[in-house]
T-cell receptor, first 108, second 116 residues
């Protein structure tokens, strides 16, 4: 299973943008890049995914490097409810292979 | 609420006892997944069903674990002769047929198992 590397933790302030990085240098050509987040005491929640092009949805934006060896999840205006563990996942098959994720803290 | 539901939400048992968890996926989702999450770690894949067929099992799924999905609707995960190392959050997720590899998985709230 292809591996991702994320910082263990990040901190940001409310109403500011947040950029969460992910390195995936061993990504294969058919792997999708997925981001999920897990709020305290809840199951993981889908955030966004992409293959090659940058993607936007109501929750976030995903910026994918041209060589696909890294990506960045962008929360445009963080709120306290965005405090969670964010997982960057390469999906080459049906199952999701989670790493340790990045614990995001939002300061009021 | 039409999300994935799991029952029970919490289970405390004594070592050596058998436990069974239930997962009800989102209606018409033909794919169903089980994951296990220990404290401070990300979820780990256990097994995956497409309709009633169990298509993949992780090596984490020892002989004491069995999962079923009769009729391709709800699923059960049974752990026999529980051990303290089985203490974890057991998560269920589902996804529709149309999603392929690119689609999202919808997770339930999980069942927290504590083995004393």
């Amino acid at each position: 299973d292809a591996k991702t590397t994320q910082p263990n933790s990040m901190e940001s302030n409310e109403e500011e943008p947040v950029h969460l990085p992910c390195n995936h240098s061993t990504i294969s050509g058919t792997d999708y890049i997925h981001w999920y987040r897990q709020l305290p005491s809840q199951g993981p929640e889908y955030v966004i995914h992409g293959l090659t092009s940058n993607v936007n949805n109501r929750m976030a934006s995903l910026a994918i490097a041209e060589d696909r060896k890294s990506s960045t999840l962008i929360l445009h205006r963080a709120t306290l409810r965005d405090a969670a563990v964010y997982y960057c996942i390469l999906q080459g098959a049906q199952k999701l292979v989670f790493g340790q994720g990045t614990r995001l803290t939002i300061n009021p | 609420d039409t999300g994935v539901s799991q029952d029970p939400r919490h289970k405390i048992t004594k070592r050596g006892q058998n436990v069974t968890f239930r997962c009800d996926p989102i209606s018409e989702h033909n794919r169903l997944y089980w994951y296990r999450q220990t404290l401070g770690q990300g979820p780990e894949f256990l097994t995956y069903f497409q309709n009633e067929a169990q298509l993949e099992k992780s090596r984490l799924l020892s002989d004491r674990f069995s999962a079923e999905r009769p009729k391709g609707s709800f699923s059960t995960l049974e752990i026999q002769r529980t051990e303290q190392g089985d203490s974890a959050m057991y998560l269920c997720a589902s996804s529709p047929r149309s999603s392929g590899r690119a689609g999202e998985q919808f997770f339930g709230p999980g069942t927290r198992l504590t083995v004393l």
